[in-house]
Structure formats: C-alpha cells, structure tokens
C-alpha cells in the first residue's frame, strides 16, 4: 500500500529566534548562494518557505534559483492594487518562463480599504499607513502557513541595507537574503549568463519599482532606491525594518 501524504503541521513549529538566525550565518559564511539555497530548500526548509518577489528590476535572478532548485517553492505577490501595469505583464511573462506552480497573489483587505482609505489617496499623505495597508498586512497573511521567507533585498540598493545579514529573525521566521552581497555587476552577469527577461520599465530609469504613485525615475549618482517615496522621510515600505528604529544608516 502506497505511504500517505505527509500533511505538514504548522501549528506547533518552534519560531525561529536571533540565535538561530545567528547561528545560520555562520554556518552558510562563505557557502557560494546556489549552494546554500540548494542546501535548505531541498533540506530542512522544504514544505515550510517561501519566496516573496515585487516581479522589480532585479527579481528574476532570485526566482531562476529558486526554481532551478525547485519550481514548486511557492512564490508569493502583493498586489498592493497600485502596481504598475508593466509589472502585473513582467509577472506573468517571468512566472511562464520559469515555470513556477505556485505562484500566489495577494490583495488588500477591501474591509480594511474601505475604512482607512476609501478614496485610494491615502499614499498622498500617509504613505507609511497606505504602505501598512497595502503590503504589510497582506503579506503576513500570506505568510502565515511558512516558517521561513525568502527576500531579494540586496545591500547595494540602498544606505539602510549595507550592513544586511543573509539571515534574520522576522516575527518569529527565518528571514533568508540571499543576495545580500551581490552588486549590480554580479547581477548583470547572471541576467546574461541565463539570459533573463528585463523589467520593462528598468531601461526608462527605474532601477528599483514599486507602486506607481510612489516610485519616480532615479537620476545618475543616486542609491537605485532613491526614486521610492521621493520627498517623504522614508526608505521602506514597513514589511523590512530595521531592528533598532531611529539607528539606520546615512547616506
């Protein structure tokens, strides 16, 4: 008789702690980013992460790992209802290409929409309660089945992001960055050497994209995150967040 279906519980996981993350980056230091992925979705991560992409500039490299290794790791997407209509096509056009089966979108609450931002402009004078709703809680409601997240944060994106661990603690998951360390030229590299699709909009002077209202075209010299809430004293959406508030990076 054939063995039945392993139902994975994950009601009673131990949370990931700022050990274990600790702990992990000391264990993959020096481990090349295939080899490390390769290691923990085929090994104790499998069935309990999962890969969160903004389909953006640069988010190819991350996903053609992951689905080199195992096309089945769900991918998951916010659709904040603010994207760039290139980017829902990138989507599309990048999920086919890799073959993902498991790519999952997901929207705001519209109870929630309807009590806190029922005109849709709430981006124009609250972006950190726009981006709260919008994004942050509709990730943690994707997030809720896994253990373990995977980001495609890179620290040459920005001042804040320099010092990015390739693990971290984040409400009680693993948080992994696997490309923590890579610059724009060893991306450039990988887009060629597998021939990856461009975002669209990166030729136009969008290194880095988000929703349409609050991204803009960066100019030579800046951070490529510059063009994200241009004007406003603000660097993230809220979904990544440095551990002492107030202590971030000047640049």
Known sequence: MAEPARVLD???????????????????????TQDMLAELLAGEL?????????FGAESAVLLHMVAEID????VIFVNTQK????????????????????????RPDPRLLAN??????????????CCDLRKVEPLRRA????????????????????????????????KLNPLADWDKSRLEAYFAAHQLPRHPMEAQG??????????????????????RWRGWDKVECGIHVAEKPGEEPVF
């Open 143 to 174: 997030l809720g089945p896994f253990d373990a997240w995977i980001s495609g944060r890179k620290g040459f994106q920005a001042g804040t992001r320099l010092a990015m661990p390739r693990f971290e603690e984040d409400e009680g998951r693993l």
């Open 83 to 106: 994207i760039f209509g290139e980017t829902l096509q990138y989507r599309d056009e990048l999920a086919e290409r890799l073959a993902l089966t498991d790519l999952r979108v997901f």
């Open 206 to 227: 969008y290194p880095s994209i988000g929703c349409a209202p609050c991204t803009s075209k960066v100019q030579p010299g800046e951070d490529p995150r510059a063009g």
């Open 46 to 54: 499998k069935g309990r992460v999962a890969a969160v992409s903004s």
């Open 10 to 32: 994950y009601v009673d996981v131990t949370p990931f702690t700022k050990v274990d993350a600790a702990e992990m980056n000391a264990r993959f230091e020096g481990v090349a």
């Open 71 to 74: 096309r089945d790791v769900p």
């Open 116 to 129: 806190k931002d029922a005109t849709g402009l709430r981006w124009n004078y609250d972006p950190d309660g």
